[in-house]
């Protein structure tokens, strides 16, 4: 299995902030990597896939970029609803493997 | 209304068996796949398996083979995650979750389930 790993594990940010996660792959998965956002009792929701593109409805302040082993995941200025738990997911092979998490906190 | 709704909650002994589901709507339901994801209380997200209703080829995580059946019926458009022996390690919530794109196994899930708990406890 490709094993994903983000960073950091948590962060605690103001509004308006930059805030930016990283995801690492074990070996490359050329651009074959989604973002998802989670809040609490609720199912997970796709924010960002093959990288860099926006799933339909989610705000421009998401955005993504990398390829090969090292991804990105930014959020240009934080809001308060974007206080959420937010994973990485490769689909490059079959395990689809995630990330652990990255828990955002608004300050 | 694309969508896909999971059975509800559920409580059960360890050792008992339990099928869970899930029935999609509003789309073509033979052509895409359908995936189960597993996460633990206060957990990450982990994928279990992933079937194609069409003609029910099934491919498992191997940390989920052998652990869990997945299968289909398309006659009512519905996915089930099965246990033969639960366990209470298999305490978590269940999604249920489609590709964007048809025909696609390897690909970002766009839509998904409400989830369903499964509780076990003597």
């Known amino acids: 299995d490709i094993q994903m790993t983000q960073s950091p594990s948590s962060l605690s940010a103001s509004v308006g902030d930059r805030v930016i996660i990283t995801c690492r792959a074990s070996?490359?998965?050329?651009?074959?990597l989604n973002w998802y956002q989670q809040k609490p009792g609720k199912a997970p929701n796709l924010l960002i896939y093959?990288?860099?593109s926006l799933q339909r409805g989610v705000p421009s302040r998401f955005s993504g970029s990398g390829s090969g082993t090292d991804f990105t995941l930014t959020i240009s200025s934080l809001q308060v609803e974007d206080s959420a738990t937010y994973y990485c997911?490769?689909?490059?092979?079959?395990?689809?493997?995630f990330g652990q998490g990255t828990k955002v906190e608004i300050k | 209304e694309v969508q896909l709704v999971q059975s509800g909650a559920e409580v059960k002994k360890p050792g008992e068996s339990l099928k869970i589901s899930c029935q999609g709507s509003?789309?073509?339901?033979?052509?895409?796949?359908i995936a189960w994801v597993r996460q633990m209380p206060g957990k990450g997200l982990e994928w279990m398996g992933i079937?194609?209703?069409?003609?029910?080829?099934?491919r498992y995580s191997p940390s989920f083979q052998g652990q869990v059946t997945i299968s289909a019926d398309k006659s009512i458009n519905t996915v089930y995650l099965q246990w033969s022996s639960l366990k209470v390690s298999d305490i978590a919530m269940y999604y249920c979750?489609?590709?964007?794109?048809?025909?696609?196994?390897?690909?970002?899930?766009?839509?998904w389930g409400q989830g369903t708990m499964v509780t076990v406890s003597s």
């Open positions: 509003g789309y073509s339901f033979t052509t895409y796949w």
């Open positions: 979750a489609r590709p964007k794109q048809q025909l696609v196994r390897d690909d970002a899930f766009d839509l």
């Open positions: 093959a990288a860099s």
């Open positions: 079937i194609y209703p069409g003609d029910s080829d099934t």
């Open positions: 070996q490359t998965i050329s651009s074959f």
């Open positions: 997911q490769q689909s490059y092979n079959t395990p689809g493997t």
